[in-house]
């Protein structure tokens, strides 16, 4: 069965079709009122060097080890022991941390981005406070460990607060998609099973009589004129036996 048959299954089915639309229609709109919108906080930063002097601009040089500080950075912040500690001082939004930000290689890229999703904003906006402090944290203790002079360290330089809440209705849109095409499938489904079952309990059609050619009708005729001409002979025929 092609599209062009479908086609006409549900448009010789118009009304069970459109009754099942409404049921879909209204099931995405119970799905857009039980799914709430969500709230996003994105947060950059960037991982530079420190540089003395008046004629130094730590922007204006980059290099590959500042990529690879933020690669580690950002695989502590990813494990499932750092996810639990955040969970438990209060960063219970989901949290996504990469260094996807820089529009460079993502191997050499100094950028760690930091998006925090959720149905609560506080919650949302506490997470991405609580990531951001905890890449510092993990920047700075992981030099001090290696006893990295201050003046040589590695620092954060914030690009975008991870204080700024926009709301996201991904989740929504996600969900709807899903549901709708699911739904769709399942209705064209129930037409198409419908009508096979109709069909099947349909008793056949007679089949329509086919009609004499004009020749056979002529035929036909003349054959009945003869008889009748017959008839008549015999007829007069009868009454002088008699006699």
């Given at each position: 069965?092609?599209?062009?048959?479908?086609?006409?299954?549900?448009?010789?089915?118009w009304?069970?079709t459109a009754?099942?639309?409404?049921?879909?229609?209204?099931l995405?709109?119970?799905?857009?009122?039980?799914?709430p919108?969500?709230?996003?906080a994105?947060?950059?930063?960037?991982?530079?060097?420190?540089?003395?002097?008046?004629?130094?601009?730590?922007?204006?040089?980059?290099?590959?080890?500042?990529?690879?500080?933020?690669?580690?950075?950002?695989?502590v912040?990813?494990?499932?022991?750092?996810?639990?500690?955040?969970?438990?001082?209060?960063?219970?939004?989901?949290?996504?941390?990469?260094?996807?930000?820089?529009?460079?290689?993502?191997t050499?890229?100094?950028?760690?981005t930091?998006?925090?999703?959720?149905?609560?904003?506080?919650?949302v906006?506490?997470t991405?406070?609580?990531?951001?402090?905890?890449?510092?944290?993990?920047?700075?203790?992981?030099?001090?460990?290696?006893?990295?002079?201050?003046?040589?360290?590695?620092?954060?330089?914030?690009?975008l607060?991870?204080?700024?809440v926009?709301?996201?209705?991904?989740?929504?849109l996600?969900a709807?998609?899903?549901?709708?095409?699911?739904?769709?499938?399942?209705?064209?489904l129930?037409?198409?099973?419908?009508?096979?079952?109709?069909?099947?309990?349909?008793?056949?059609?007679?089949?329509?009589?086919s009609?004499?050619?004009?020749?056979?009708?002529?035929?036909?005729?003349?054959?009945e004129v003869?008889?009748?001409i017959k008839?008549?002979?015999?007829?007069?025929?009868?009454?002088?036996?008699?006699?």
């Open positions: 069965m092609d599209a062009l048959d479908v086609f006409r299954v549900l448009r010789r089915r009304k069970l009754l099942l639309l409404a049921g879909l229609v209204l995405l709109g119970a799905v857009a009122f039980a799914v919108q969500q709230y996003r994105t947060s950059l930063t960037m991982v530079l060097r420190q540089y003395g002097g008046q004629d130094r601009n730590p922007f204006a040089a980059v290099d590959r080890a500042q990529g690879q500080a933020a690669v580690v950075v950002i695989a912040l990813n494990s499932q022991q750092t996810r639990r500690e955040l969970a438990a001082q209060g960063g219970t939004a989901a949290l996504e941390v990469s260094n996807e930000g820089g529009g460079v290689s993502t050499d890229s100094p950028f760690i930091v998006i925090a999703t959720g149905v609560n904003e506080a919650a906006r506490k991405g406070q609580l990531a951001m402090q905890r890449i510092k944290d993990e920047l700075k203790r992981r030099q001090d460990t290696l006893l990295v002079p201050v003046e040589q360290q590695l620092t954060l330089n914030e690009v607060s991870p204080n700024e926009s709301t996201t209705r991904a989740g929504q996600r709807l998609g899903i549901t709708g095409g699911i739904g769709l499938i399942i209705v064209v129930t037409v198409i099973l419908v009508d096979r079952r109709g069909n099947r309990n349909r008793p056949p059609a007679p089949e329509p009589e009609k004499p050619s004009p020749r056979k009708r002529l035929q036909d005729s003349d054959a003869t008889e009748h008839l008549a002979e015999v007829a007069e025929v009868r009454p002088q036996e008699r006699q």
